[in-house]
T-cell receptor, first 114, second 111 residues
Framework: DGGITQSPKYLFRKEGQNVTLSCEQN?????MYWYRQDPGQGLRLIYY???????QKGDIAEGYSVSREKKESFPLTVTSAQKNPTAFYLC?????????????FGSGTQLSVL | EDKVVQSPLSLVVHEGDTVTLNCSYE??????LLWYKQEKKAPTFLFML????IEKKSGRLSSILDKKELSSILNITATQTGDSAIYLC???????????FGKGTLLTVNP
């Protein structure tokens, strides 16, 4: 079955630690996205990538970093510079490139601070 | 700045009721409006509305786009407990068709 796989489902971060959230898709989609969801809030775009080896900042990129070395993979690193990382993180993909309306989402990662 | 506002933010109904969820937007270069259902974790796509397709229907769910009023409604008739979820509205626009999401409406359907 095609889809988007996020791991882990739950992640705990210690003070000053960087953590990486995994996102893999086998839908052959060109575009991939990372969103952050806080309780009672909509989804906010962190980073997006429309093609391998290229990505752009979204609305709340500070304290986060990404890479896009393979079409299937778009990992998100939450750095120690992100002072309020506790949130639900959703990865998504879409096709064709440049038309990003219909997103397919993963099941998310809940990140909490110890 | 693009803006999407959903109302109400939460709603509790009884099984069998009909509900109407609202979404209004301010977006430059509007391209499309989308509705998603988020039951537990992953949002799932419901409808996409554009200038050429302003009304969509699937079973008990239907949605209409009002481009003049810059808004959309999502109707659910004969609600079931399985309809309990967060309903997200998103609008595509701007120079790169970026999606802007509203805060969502939490719908609870009681038996």
């Amino acid at each position: 079955d095609g889809g988007i796989t996020q791991s882990p489902k739950y992640l705990f971060r210690k003070e000053g630690q960087n953590v990486t959230l995994s996102c893999e898709q086998n839908l052959n989609h060109d575009a991939m996205y990372w969103y952050r969801q806080d309780p009672g809030q909509g989804l906010r775009l962190i980073y997006y990538s429309q093609i391998v080896n290229d990505f752009q900042k979204g609305d709340i990129a500070e304290g986060y970093s990404v890479s896009r070395e393979k079409k299937e993979s778009f990992p998100l690193t939450v750095t120690s510079a992100q002072k309020n990382p506790t949130a639900f993180y959703l990865c998504a993909s879409s096709s064709p490139r440049g038309l990003n309306e219909k997103l397919f989402f993963g099941s998310g990662t809940q990140l909490s601070v110890l | 700045e693009d803006k999407v506002v959903q109302s109400p933010l939460s709603l509790v109904v009884h099984e069998g009721d009909t509900v109407t969820l609202n979404c209004s937007y301010e977006v430059t270069n509007f391209r499309s409006l989308l509705w998603y259902k988020q039951e537990k974790k992953a949002p799932t796509f419901l409808f996409m509305l554009t200038s050429s397709g302003i009304e969509k229907k699937s079973g008990r769910l239907s949605s209409i786009l009002d481009k003049k009023e810059l808004s959309s409604i999502l109707n659910i008739t004969a609600t079931q407990t399985g309809d309990s979820a967060i309903y997200l509205c998103a609008v595509s626009g701007g120079s790169n068709y970026k999606l802007t999401f509203g805060k969502g409406t939490l719908l609870t359907v009681n038996p």
